[in-house]
């Protein structure tokens, strides 16, 4: 039925501004604005994501954006110099080390959060 169909993905933010500028500026993507307040993430490969407002946003518990990386540690620390804050997990499966990577198996990957809370992701792709 949809084996054709363009999906796309969308989040909520409580400020599509602040979405705007770290998403922009901070991350480097192709930003633009819609109808309503939608802002839309053009992502490499087509993917567009769309960023609408929402007074009662709620940040995500989960990562919303995976952003593969050939070279985390670099990554890491280029986001870092661009004021981004990387979420440390102690004592968990998750644990992650003093930049903020889990090296517990599987790929590594760091994760921070947008203006808005919601959890994103840098990994390493092998």
Same mark, same amino acid.
């Given at each position: 039925?949809?084996?054709?169909?363009? =999906?796309?993905?969308?989040?909520?933010?409580? *400020? @599509?501004?602040?979405? %705007?500028?770290?998403?922009?500026?901070? !991350?480097?993507? %192709? @930003?633009?604005?819609?109808?309503?307040? $939608?802002?839309?993430?053009? $992502?490499?490969? *087509?993917? *567009?994501?769309?960023?609408?407002?929402?007074? +009662?946003?709620?940040?995500?518990?989960?990562? $919303?954006?995976?952003?593969? @990386? +050939? +070279? $985390?540690?670099? #990554?890491?620390?280029?986001?870092?110099?661009?004021? @981004?804050?990387?979420? %440390?997990?102690?004592?968990?499966? !998750?644990?992650?080390? =003093?930049?903020?990577?889990?090296?517990?198996?599987?790929?590594?990957?760091?994760?921070?959060? *947008?203006?808005?809370?919601?959890?994103?992701?840098?990994?390493? #792709?092998?």
């Amino acid at each position: 039925m949809f084996e054709h169909t363009r =999906a796309f993905s969308g989040f909520s933010v409580d *400020d @599509v501004d602040a979405a %705007r500028k770290f998403y922009g500026e901070t !991350l480097g993507l %192709r @930003v633009s604005d819609g109808e309503m307040g $939608i802002l839309t993430l053009h $992502i490499a490969g *087509d993917r *567009d994501t769309i960023v609408y407002p929402k007074a +009662d946003h709620v940040p995500a518990t989960f990562t $919303i954006l995976n952003f593969p @990386v +050939d +070279d $985390i540690e670099a #990554a890491v620390a280029g986001l870092t110099a661009r004021g @981004v804050q990387f979420e %440390r997990y102690e004592g968990s499966e !998750l644990e992650t080390d =003093a930049q903020g990577i889990f090296r517990g198996g599987g790929p590594l990957i760091a994760w921070f959060k *947008d203006p808005a809370g919601n959890v994103l992701s840098v990994l390493e #792709a092998r």
